[in-house]
C-alpha cells in the first residue's frame, strides 16, 4: 500500500482546508473529489495513475448517486469508489 497522503494541507488566502477523502495515498489514488449532497447522493472521483506504457496514465472514475443521508453518503460513495480501483489497470 502506498503511504497516506495527508487530509490538511495550508492553502494560500483560504488557510487551513481538510480533504474528506479517506481513499487518498492507497492503491495509487491521487485525488480527485469527493460530494454528498440531499440531491446527488454521495459521489466520488478518483484518480490513479499507472504505467500501462510511456508515459504514465491517468485513469479517472466516478461514482455518483450513493444512497443514503448526509452521513453515510459519502462513506457509501467512498466504498464504490475504492471498489472501482482493482480494475482499472486490466
Known amino acids: 500500500m502506498a503511504s497516506r497522503v495527508s487530509d490538511r494541507a495550508v492553502i494560500p488566502v483560504a488557510g487551513m482546508v481538510r480533504n474528506y477523502n479517506i481513499l487518498l495515498g492507497h492503491d495509487g489514488i491521487a485525488g480527485i473529489k469527493t460530494d454528498n449532497t440531499a440531491a446527488a ?3 466520488v472521483l478518483p ?3 499507472r504505467e500501462l506504457g510511456v508515459p504514465t496514465v491517468p485513469i479517472v472514475a466516478a461514482s455518483f448517486g450513493q444512497p ?3 452521513k453515510t ?3 457509501d460513495a ?3 469508489g ?3 480501483m482493482p480494475g ?3
Do not use: S
Open 73 to 75: 453518503g459519502l462513506p
Open 47 to 49: 484518480e490513479v495513475r
Open 78 to 80: 467512498l466504498k464504490a
Open 68 to 70: 443514503g443521508t448526509t
Open 82 to 84: 475504492a471498489q472501482l
Open 41 to 43: 447522493g454521495g459521489c
Open 88 to 90: 482499472l489497470d486490466r
